[in-house]
């Protein structure tokens, strides 16, 4: 069965240090992989997917993901986090012939220190 | 392009009642899929609709039911209310039945069950 682990439920930085949220994925076909973001009490907005072309993903707002098959990882990274990057972050993964069905990861709330 | 709309965006309801929740997808998108999100169980795909035909189901009782109407809008319905039903209900639309198609998400709708 497909499922994906976020590693870290709650991740703290500084503004100006490196953000890394880490997603592991288990899945016996080559997936989709997709970065959620959700600010509070709004739904989630797509930071980047991977669909099989070049496996460093750039996104939105300088986010970029990584996907490693050997590691069967996509973790997410930013080189600098801002005070605006605060918020909660999903990793889910969409299987071939799934009818748009996405399993996401139990989310890592990210929170930025001034 | 106008985004994913949901309605109404808070509700109210008693156990024991239904509750109809609604949802326009942008413009030119064919598939709308359903999501709940709760804190103890995160994200989980309740339903996807396609050119008015249900493609797929997650693993939620039949009191859990949704259609597509020939716009593409989708309504989901709840019957029976239960205190556990108290969640945010997310939609999302993506363009055509391509696993690779990003889903864009509406801000939910956040149903509490008293």
């Known amino acids: 069965a497909q499922s994906v682990t976020q590693l870290g439920s709650h991740v703290s930085v500084s503004e100006g240090a490196l953000v890394l949220l880490r997603c592991n994925y288990s899945s016996s076909v080559p997936p989709y992989l997709f970065w959620y973001v959700q600010y509070p009490n709004q739904g989630l907005q797509l930071l980047l997917k991977y669909t099989s072309a070049a496996t460093l993903v750039k996104g939105i707002n300088g986010f970029e993901a990584e996907f490693k098959k050997s590691e069967t990882s996509f973790h997410l990274t930013k080189p600098s986090a801002h005070m605006s990057d605060a918020a909660e972050y999903f990793c889910?993964?969409?299987?071939?012939?799934?009818?748009?069905?996405?399993?996401f990861g139990q989310g890592t709330e990210l929170s930025v220190k001034p | 392009k106008a985004g994913v709309t949901q309605t109404p965006r808070y509700l109210i309801k008693t156990r024991g009642q239904q509750v109809t929740l609604s949802c326009s997808p942008i413009?030119?998108?064919?598939?709308v899929s359903w999501y709940q999100q709760t804190p103890g169980q995160g994200l989980q795909f309740l339903f996807e609709y396609f050119s008015e035909t249900q493609r797929n189901k997650g693993n939620f009782p039949g009191r859990f039911s949704g259609r597509q109407f020939s716009n593409s809008r989708s309504e989901m319905n709840v019957s029976t209310l239960e205190l556990g039903d108290s969640a945010l209900y997310l939609c999302?639309?993506?363009?055509?039945?391509?696993?690779?198609?990003?889903?864009?998400f509406g801000p939910g709708t956040r149903l509490t069950v008293l």
């Open positions: 889910a993964v969409m299987i071939y012939n799934q009818g748009g069905k996405l399993i």
């Open positions: 413009s030119g998108h064919r598939s």
């Open positions: 999302a639309s993506r363009e055509s039945g391509v696993e690779s198609d990003t889903q864009y």
